[in-house]
Each structure stands twice: as C-alpha cells, then as structure tokens.
C-alpha cells in the first residue's frame, strides 16, 4: 500500500524582490503563512553563488532586504535552504532561489 498525504503543507516562497527601486512594494523576502499558523520553528540559510552564507535566521517573522554586510546586493541570484518544524512534529525542507533586483 501507499500512503499520500493529501495535506501537505504549502508555504508561498517568492522568487524575486526589488529592494533597490524604493517603491516600497516586493521589497523583502519573508515567510508567508498559512492562515492556520502551524509552523513553531524555522532556519534559513541564503547563499551566493560561491557558497558563501550571507544571511541566516531562526525567527520566524524575519525580513531579509538582500543586503550583505549593510551594502544592497542588486541584481544578484541567492539560494536559500529553509527548514520548517511544524507543531505536530513534522519538518519540511525547502529549497530554492531568490533573484535581487
């Protein structure tokens, strides 16, 4: 037999901000949450293109602006590892990139 959560959690992960036009609109990466908050912890880890980590948290309301070390990193692409721990014990691992405008 098999078994298929047909509940899986879903999570909105954007691809794209644009910090650097100052219209105030797409202009950070967070996480937006199911209206029925499952999620107790998270961890997230951006990367550049050579493996550097340029920024990581453990708070849940974070906001990244795609700045590394104060300066705005324009026109960039990231890779992030994000690692979700939901209330009933499970995690979720995603990973994905994040382009800077």
């Given at each position: 037999s098999i078994f298929i959560d047909t509940c899986a959690f879903k999570l909105f992960l954007p691809n794209a901000i644009?910090?650097?036009?100052?219209?105030?609109?797409?202009d950070y990466f967070?996480?937006?949450?199911?209206?029925?908050?499952?999620?107790?912890?998270?961890?997230?880890?951006?990367?550049?293109?050579w493996g550097n980590?340029?920024?990581?948290?453990?708070?849940?309301?974070?906001?990244?602006?795609?700045?590394?070390?104060?300066?705005q990193a324009q026109n960039n692409v990231f890779n992030y590892i994000l690692q979700v721990k939901l209330d009933d014990n499970r995690y979720y691992v995603f990973?994905?990139?994040l382009l800077v405008m």
């Open positions: 644009t910090p650097s036009d100052n219209n105030g609109i797409n967070y996480l937006k949450l199911p209206k029925k908050n499952q999620v107790i912890s998270i961890h997230i880890d951006f990367f550049d293109r980590n340029v920024f990581s948290s453990d708070d849940i309301d974070f906001r990244w602006f795609g700045k590394i070390n104060e300066k990973r994905g990139f």
